[in-house]
T-cell receptor, first 109, second 115 residues
């Protein structure tokens, strides 16, 4: 079957670094997405990885290992506004998005 | 502002009511989606429209009825809902379907409570 696993909740300190992991099992693979969703707001696109390796975009980086079915989102220099849910999703061979349940990230001063 | 607008933002309805959710996108996209988001659960894809034609119906109960009059507007008609249908309903659009790296643009959702 198809499955995405990510931690339910994480806590980190302002100014620190946090890594949110995502493991997946899907029928075929056409890339992995990370979205950010603040409470009461729309999910917004953060990153897309289809090849192995690290993609850096400002304070956020996303890593993919296709052989391990594994990705992580790395957030550096955490700010209070980074408190949000982070959704991992893979695109299967039919170009359907398979979603994880999301990781709620709590940033403390 | 994502370019996708949903109304109403909040809706409370009884199990015998009929109501509709509306979604409008100003991005010139060809594909539109309805998702259901429940607490601590993955997003559930409900319906997909591409160029106004329904391409996906993920075993959604008939008490949910979608309508897509044109590529910019999408409705979800609700009738005789159950309390377990209470959730956040998200509309999204994308340039096309079946495109790798084609990101979704979401609306802020309609929070539905069924009493």
């Amino acid at each position: 079957g198809q499955n995405i696993d990510q931690p339910t909740e994480m806590t980190a300190t302002e100014g620190a670094i946090v890594q949110i992991n995502c493991t997946y099992q899907t029928s075929g693979f056409n890339g992995l997405f990370w979205y950010q969703q603040h409470a009461g707001e729309a999910p917004t696109f953060l990153s897309y990885n289809v090849l192995d390796g690290l993609e850096e975009k400002g304070r956020f980086s996303s890593f993919l290992s296709r052989s391990k079915g594994y990705s992580y989102l790395l957030l550096k220099e955490l700010q209070m506004k980074d408190s949000a849910s982070y959704l991992c999703a893979t695109m299967d061979s039919n170009y359907q998005l398979i979603w994880g349940a999301g990781t709620k990230l709590i940033i403390k001063p | 502002e994502t370019g996708v607008t949903q109304t109403p933002r909040h809706l409370v309805m009884g199990m015998t009511n009929k109501k509709s959710l509306k979604c409008e996108q100003h991005l010139g996209h060809n594909a539109m989606y309805w998702y259901k988001q429940s607490a601590k659960k993955p997003l559930e894809l409900m319906f997909v429209y591409n160029f106004k034609e329904q391409t996906e119906n993920n075993s959604v109960p008939s008490r949910f009825s979608p309508e897509c009059p044109n590529s910019s507007h999408l409705f979800l008609h609700l009738h005789t809902l159950q309390p377990e249908d209470s959730a956040l309903y998200l509309c999204a659009s994308s340039q096309d379907i079946g495109t790798p790296a084609g990101e979704l643009f979401f609306g802020e959702g309609s929070r539905l409570t069924v009493l």
